[in-house]
């Protein structure tokens, strides 16, 4: 799993499924628009729906790289209302 994060994995199984492509690897402000058709595109109604175990199960974003995932998360998780909550754990 660490190798699909960073990017290294390039092998193929039968197990793939396309979900679409969105260049995000060269992110600038300029993007912000790229941003929201990707979050539109993928979550459609998230406004009403993102509290919704099954809803967020059935939608997700594949990247290769874990700094575009990142970015991504970020965007999603600055359109939920609300105070951000942080829980820490440890093992």
Do not use: W
């Not at 539109?40 to 700094?67: G, K, R, W």
Request: hydrophobic letters at 35%; one cysteine or more; aromatic letters at 14%.
């Amino acid at each position: 799993m660490d190798q699909v994060g960073a990017g290294k994995d390039h092998g193929n199984s039968d197990n793939i499924v396309d979900v679409g492509v969105f260049d995000l690897s060269f992110y600038s402000q300029q993007q912000v628009a790229q941003n929201l058709a990707l979050f539109q595109a993928v979550f459609p109604d998230f406004d009403v729906s993102y509290s919704q175990p099954s809803y967020l199960a059935q939608h997700a974003v594949v990247t290769p790289y874990n700094e575009t995932i990142n970015i991504v998360n970020d965007y999603i998780l600055d359109q939920i209302p609300g105070e951000e909550r942080v829980y820490y754990c440890s093992d």
